[in-house]
Each structure stands twice: as structure tokens, then as C-alpha cells.
């Protein structure tokens, strides 16, 4: 089976910190992504990566930036945590345009 | 813009009943994905159900069913014989364009809830 693994469930911290979450997925795959999931507002894209070393802004990518150094891990970065990023966060992984996503089990992150 | 709308935050279903979820989107593009996904309590997003829009026929997956009408941009899935393991959360999803990864769009969802 495909397993997508983010390293937290969840996740408290301070306004003003440097936040990195961190998405590996154990398949192969070329695609990668992070959604952000709001009450009422579903699944808003930050980010999302082609390939190693590649990334593309999504529709939300304000307050965040990406990393990718290895095909497995993409990293989400919360440069400087503020208190509207409080929300879930949701890794993606496929590998290619036409086939099924594979999620992770996202991270509650806090913001206070 | 593409946009997918899912009018019905909320709804209920009794156990063993059948339920249909709506889903709309907008798009100019003639070929492209479609997807339902579920969000159980767990948090664990699963694929549901998949639909390619250059294909006549509607998917079906076991009790998962989807109408299917691209002139009118909808497609909405039909739940048959409901189980209380059908609670959830509910996402329609398109996939989008090349300038945007071909990353799934997704509407802001439906809660489903199966009652005994």
C-alpha cells in the first residue's frame, strides 16, 4: 500500500516561529502536494512539486514557502508562524496527472 | 477560473437508505478528471470514486455511483444501502489545469452523517 507520512498530528507553536512540516510518501512518486483544509472552505492548494528541486505556487502560497531536495520529502515552511495559519494541513503524493492522490493523515497545527 | 461547488454542507441518511451527494464545476476544458473523495473522522482522505470526462459511461465502485452530465457540468454521487462507516466528509474534485500541476480543485465539501 501507498503510505503518505506527515510527521505530526499536531503541532502547537508560537506566533512569529519558523514551522516546518514534513511530508514523505514512500512510492516513488513525482507529484507532491500541500493543501490547506479549512471548515467551509475545503481543500485550498499552498503548494505543489513536479519533481525534485521543482515547486510551483498553488492558489494559497502567502505566508509559505516549500522544499524538496529528495523525490520522497516535501517540506512545508511556515516562515514565520502567525495566528490566521492556524488550520490543518494536508500532503498529497501521486505519480502521475491521471491517477489517484494519496493523503496523509494531516497535521492539526496551532498557532498562539 | 474553475471552481467546483458542493451545495449540501449537510446531510443525513438513515442506515440501509440511499443518499445522493451534489457536485458542480465550471471548467472550458473537454477533457478531464473528476473525483469523489471521503474524510472519515480519522482524517484519512480515501478515494471514493473516479470519472473521466471523455467516458460515456458512469463509474461505479460497489455501493459508490456517480451521475455523470457533462453538458450540465454536474456529477454527483449516489451512495446505495448506506452504512454507519459512510459518516464523513465528503469532497467533489476536479483536476485543473497544466498551469496549475493538474492539482485536484476540490469543493468545500458535504458532512454526511448515517443515522441507525
Known amino acids: 500500500d501507498v503510505k503518505v507520512t506527515q510527521s505530526s498530528r499536531y503541532l502547537v507553536k508560537r506566533t512569529g516561529e519558523k514551522v516546518f512540516l514534513e511530508c514523505v510518501q514512500d512510492?516513488?512518486?513525482?507529484?507532491m502536494f500541500w493543501y490547506r483544509q479549512d471548515p467551509g472552505l475545503g481543500l485550498r492548494l499552498i503548494y505543489f512539486?513536479?519533481?525534485?528541486?521543482?515547486?510551483e505556487k498553488g492558489d494559497i502560497p502567502e505566508g509559505y514557502s516549500v522544499s524538496r531536495e529528495k523525490k520522497e520529502r516535501f517540506s512545508l515552511i511556515l516562515e514565520s508562524a502567525s495566528t490566521n495559519q492556524t488550520s490543518m494541513y494536508l500532503c498529497?503524493?501521486?505519480?502521475?496527472?491521471?491517477?489517484?492522490?494519496?493523503f496523509g493523515q494531516g497535521t492539526r497545527l496551532t498557532v498562539v | 477560473a474553475q471552481t467546483v461547488t458542493q451545495s449540501q454542507p449537510e446531510m443525513s441518511v438513515q442506515e440501509a437508505e440511499t443518499v445522493t451527494l451534489s457536485c458542480t464545476y465550471d471548467?472550458?476544458?473537454?477533457?478531464?478528471?473528476l473525483f469523489w473523495y471521503k474524510q472519515p473522522p480519522s482524517r484519512q482522505m480515501i478515494l471514493v470514486i473516479r470519472?473521466?470526462?471523455?467516458?460515456?459511461q458512469n463509474a461505479t465502485e460497489n455501493r459508490f455511483s456517480v451521475n455523470f452530465q457533462k453538458a450540465a457540468k454536474s456529477f454527483s454521487l449516489k451512495i446505495s444501502d448506506s452504512q454507519l462507516g459512510d459518516t464523513a466528509m465528503y469532497f467533489c474534485?476536479?483536476?485543473?489545469?497544466?498551469?496549475?500541476?493538474?492539482?485536484?480543485?476540490f469543493g468545500k465539501g458535504t458532512s454526511l452523517l448515517v443515522t441507525p
Open positions: 471548467t472550458s476544458e473537454s477533457n478531464y478528471y
Open positions: 470519472q473521466e470526462a471523455y467516458k460515456q
Open positions: 474534485a476536479f483536476m485543473k489545469r497544466p498551469n496549475s500541476g493538474y492539482a485536484l480543485n
Open positions: 512539486s513536479y519533481d525534485v528541486k521543482m515547486k
Open positions: 498529497a503524493s501521486r505519480i502521475a496527472i491521471n491517477t489517484e492522490a494519496f
Open positions: 512510492m516513488d512518486h513525482e507529484n
